[in-house]
């Protein structure tokens, strides 16, 4: 069934109102050697069987419903509060398209105004675009606004070396044909001063990640430091923050960051297998004309009522073609719908709850895994919820040997930093329970005696 | 009947979650980095929360709520078994770093997909990587002005992109560090042979094409552009936002395109979601797979899991799926695989309607458009008069209604309970007028959409005002989009009112 109502009477109809006696003389420009292919495809299936199938394929997999997990470097599972999906299955969201017509698409134009106001809540920021596809290619837009921003005269980027690998490829891919140098080194230990040594005119932004990729946390005035440091330079900061942290943390405005960039997947979307995410992207007022990506105004109409309109669209592809800020059209509407939600579900002191049942219980798995003979919790700089551990047999086996318990391990750090081979990242979210956690010791302990279950 | 923002809503005290109470110690939090009380977000109860968001839907015009004929967007239906499959907690709760043999169910509807889209289109390979159209078209040129260097070729540096081209496509070529070059249409709606050779030499990386165009129309000299471009040692990029023309019709890779990307929000019913997320799969000949995107997923035939007797045919049990990089991949475009549930979505319409549903989709696609440009193109100027594919253009004014405009007919058209459909683009059309029923809006909906269009042509001519003053019967009127631009207000601060 291919949801086509037209029966062989309407088809016989249109065709004569046409003035044509065949479908196929529709397709009369197409050339004749290329028309009406075979197309191999697997036969037709009735609704039951397709979920049958689905089914099936989606049980193939190991999930988080039926297995512990400790993995996050970029995703992570986190509680969805029931009404974010009960909102989001409404059709009325999510079977609309972009808001370009205003008075009849106030609901999804109100709920991302909402969403903007939320994330400069969380982020300190002036501003919020509507969204960019992940966080990692709002760190990439992050860099060709900052190029922009410095007149385009500048053409260095420092990248901290503890940013999520898969961002720094990103940011890479992105700006392949823009001449980009990009500073930072490779030593995940690189500390902000180290950065800040590599700061000059030529600079348009230094970027870090907050926690950074490994869970740390610097002392909040080397980060100060460091966006004075830019700042003297006349270059930006960037900083790509954990969403779920900034219940708990300080905002990036407080230390001086002029765009804030991240992973919106912690609020209120499933991990998704990594996609459909959601990247925020927050600035400061001074930089609003040069942002990418969409943005809802409020205005009022002709009766004076209050509404809300797609904005500064001067900026957008479809307006200003090659001169546009950004290539992005569509970007992740639902997705900001859903954090919205979850904003709101949480609220001001649910926010911080989360945060800190995640603090929490991430410090009492490294003491308690800092305890197991073998294992070795890096401990020299402070961690929000996720935390180094040297292992004493490969991240790889350990973690296959995890998988008999139904446990998911954390990240092999191997394939991230050479240094950091033997090394594995654990997170540990408000879905990790204290039982699981006590287990998860437990077969470290096996694995490190050499036993299994 | 406006709604009040969530943060007026919202009293201190209130909440709508529950957590669990602390159950280990409490370890001291890092020096100097507690956040203050300022952490702005609204305090509501459940019930509050739930009838805003519930009261919002009310004020959203989608799919489900009514006909929405926006041209070049292709506002199919969006089927709910789709949506059953994307949330099943096997492919959702699944973490994309997790060991491939926990995942095998994932990456083998990846491969599947991947294989779909390539029998769909020619192409030789595939990524699912892009996360929409305007990000396919990026790692489209990306992929083009690769392979050049690798050839040894830094000269190619333009891109030749025809005027009716949708604009992300000079803004993708610009975030590319490519050059545009804008080649001009013909009478007939087609690319401007003599245009195009005067603007074809070494400096050429490729050209963009949308085919059908954004006038709806299938370029009557395709092969002769393609041949051309060829020639003169460029390559063909088919932007693919209009392919709902052509499943089962024609494939791009055998019309002469070497790169194309898909809109799986557009041709393969997944919902548009007032915005996203979409997804722009790009698929590309054999001799640029090595150029794309990674990872990609492969499949090897795994002697342990595969239990055929000699003779029998491998089914999907006999593999393992497993991610790969494409040997000179020009990088990731964005972290982890692409948007996986939206390619759920997809992959279940595409299992659901087979190769013959889908060219049935197309075909029905192209036939409601031709009825509905036959029975209005007395009505309104049709700037081309061509059999269309499966969207048309007509231009927004009557002879004899000289203060009405486009925007007038549309904001009127929401009076009649219809979105309007895509206006002011193509920009080669004045007062344009784009207009694409997709395949599933029965032929009762077309004959209320053309009566209402009649109607709206009469009262044009002889209420004028009724148009001025439209939309009347939506949530708000039309709104000052000059004072949003000029006094942006982009978030909601206290001293609102």
């Known amino acids: ?153 500048r053409r260095k980027v420092v990248l901290a070396p503890a940013i999520h690998p898969e961002y720094r490829e990103v940011v890479r891919t992105y700006t392949q044909g823009m001449g980009v140098e990009f500073a930072g080194g490779e030593d995940p230990d690189a500390d902000a001063a180290a950065l800040a040594a590599q700061l000059d005119e030529r600079t348009a932004c230094v970027i870090v990640q907050v926690p950074d990729f490994l869970g740390r946390l610097e002392r909040v005035e080397a980060l100060a430091a460091l966006a004075d440091a830019a700042h003297k330079v006349g270059a930006l900061l960037v900083v790509a923050a954990y969403p779920i942290a900034l219940g708990l943390l300080k905002p990036p405005a407080a230390y001086g960051a002029d765009i804030v960039v991240g992973e919106g997947q912690p609020l209120g979307m499933p991990l998704s ?100 003979p073998g294992f070795e919790v890096q401990r020299a700089r402070p961690f929000f919820n996720e935390f180094v551990v040297r292992c004493p047999l490969p991240a790889a086996e350990v973690n296959d040997m995890l998988l008999d318990w139904d446990i998911i391990g954390g990240y092999d750090l191997g394939q991230a930093y050479p240094s950091l081979v033997g090394h594995m990242l654990f997170c540990v979210t408000e879905m990790n329970t204290r039982e699981e956690i006590d287990d998860l010791v437990a077969a470290l302990r096996a694995i490190g005696e050499g036993g299994k279950e | 009947m406006s709604e009040p923002v969530i943060y007026e809503l919202s009293r201190p005290g209130r909440s709508a979650c529950s957590l669990p109470e602390p159950d280990v110690p409490a ?191 299938f370029d009557e000299h395709l092969e002769e552009v393609a041949q051309l471009v060829h020639e003169a040692g460029g390559l063909m990029y088919g932007d693919g936002a209009n392919f709902n023309a052509l499943m089962g019709i024609a494939k791009p890779a055998e019309l002469g395109f070497d790169v194309m990307h898909l809109n799986l929000h557009k041709t393969f019913s997944t919902p548009h979601g007032g915005g996203g997320p979409g997804s722009g799969p790009v698929g590309v000949t054999a001799q640029l797979a090595a150029f794309l995107p990674g990872p990609v997923v492969e499949r090897t035939l795994d002697e342990e899991l595969c239990e055929c007797q000699d003779g029998e045919e491998h089914d999907a049990t006999c593999y393992f799926y497993s991610l790969s990089w494409p040997k000179q991949s020009i990088g990731r475009l964005k972290a982890f695989y692409g948007n996986f549930l939206v390619m759920v979505r997809a992959y279940t319409y595409i299992r659901m309607l087979g190769a013959a549903g889908l060219r049935e989709a197309s ?12 029975r209005l193109r007395g009505t309104y100027p049709l700037p081309h008069d061509r059999i269309c594919m499966h969207e048309f253009v007509l231009e927004g004014r009557l002879p004899d209604a000289p203060g009405i405009r486009a925007l007038d007919i549309a904001k009127r058209l929401m009076d009649y309970g219809i979105h309007p459909p895509t206006n002011y683009f193509p920009l080669i059309v004045p007062e344009a007028l784009m207009i694409e029923p997709t395949e599933t809006e029965s032929k009762e909906t077309l004959d209320v959409f053309v009566e209402a269009m009649l109607r709206i042509a009469e009262e044009a001519r002889m209420q004028p005002a009724l148009l001025h003053e439209a939309p009347h019967n939506a949530p708000v009127g039309r709104l000052d989009e000059v004072r949003a631009a000029r006094q942006p207000r982009l978030r909601w601060t206290p001293a609102e009112s």
């Not at chain 1, 992005?328 to 919205?340: D, V």
């Not at chain 2, 507690?34 to 739930?50: A, C, T």
């Not at chain 2, 075909?363 to 036959?374: G, I």
Request: aromatic fraction near 8%.
């Open chain 1, 273 to 372: 297998y990594g996609g459909p995410y959601l990247g925020f992207f927050a600035c400061r007022e001074a930089y609003v004309r040069r942002m990418a990506g969409r943005l809802v105004g409020e205005t009022v109409d002709e009766r004076g009522r209050r509404g809300y309109v797609l904005t500064l669209a001067t900026r957008e592809q479809h307006i200003r073609r090659e001169r546009a800020t950004s290539n992005i059209c569509s970007n992740e509407a639902l997705c900001a719908l859903a954090a919205g939600v979850y904003l709101a579900a949480l609220g001001k002191r649910g926010l911080r709850q989360v945060a800190e049942i995640c603090y929490q219980r991430a410090h009492y798995a490294a003491d308690a895994i800092a305890g197991v």
């Open chain 2, 27 to 217: 370890a001291p939090l890092p020096e100097g980095w507690l956040r203050g009380d300022d952490l702005p977000l609204p305090e509501v109860s459940e019930v509050d929360l739930i009838r805003h968001y519930v009261r919002l839907s009310h004020l959203n015009f989608g799919v489900d709520v009514g006909f929405y004929p926006l041209g070049s967007c292709t506002m199919k239906y969006n089927p709910k078994v789709n949506e059953d499959a994307s949330r099943l907690p096997g492919f959702a709760q699944t973490h994309p770093y997790q060991p491939e043999e926990t995942t095998q169910g994932n990456l083998q509807l990846m491969y599947e997909l991947q294989t779909y889209l390539q029998a769909l289109s020619g192409f030789a390979g595939v990524s699912l990587q892009p996360a929409a159209g305007a990000h396919g078209e990026l790692t489209g040129i990306l992929i083009m002005r690769a392979y050049h260097l690798a050839r040894g070729d830094a000269g190619r540096t333009r891109i030749l992109i025809p005027d009716s081209a949708h604009g992300t496509n000079p803004a993708s070529t610009a975030m590319s560090g490519m050059e545009v070059v804008q080649l001009r249409s013909d009478a007939r709606g087609n690319v401007d042979l003599d245009d195009l050779r005067a603007h074809l030499d070494d400096r050429v990386a490729g050209m963009m094409l949308t085919n059908p165009n954004t006038l709806g129309l």
């Open chain 2, 363 to 374: 075909q029905d696609a192209v036939l409601s458009a031709n009825y509905l440009q036959a």
């Open chain 1, 1 to 153: 069934m291919s949801y086509v109502p037209h029966t062989d009477a309407d088809r016989k109809a249109m065709l004569a109102t046409i003035g044509v006696r065949s479908i196929d003389e529709l397709f009369a420009d197409v050339p004749q050697r290329a028309r009406f292919p075979q197309v191999t495809l697997p036969a037709p299936l009735a609704e039951a069987e397709v979920v049958r199938e689905l089914r099936e394929m989606s049980e193939a997999n190991a999930d988080l419903d039926h297995a512990a997990c400790y993995l996050g470097a970029g995703a992570y599972h986190h509680y969805v509060p029931s009404v974010v999906q009960h909102v989001l299955g409404r059709s009325e969201f999510y079977t609309a398209y972009t808001p370009y017509q205003p008075e009849i698409s106030q609901g999804t134009l109100q709920s991302i105004f909402e969403y903007q106001s939320m994330i400069c809540a969380l982020t300190g920021m002036d501003v919020s675009n509507a969204s960019h596809y992940d966080g990692a290619t709002a760190m990439a837009e992050a860099v060709i606004m900052a190029l922009s921003a410095t007149r385009g005269t």
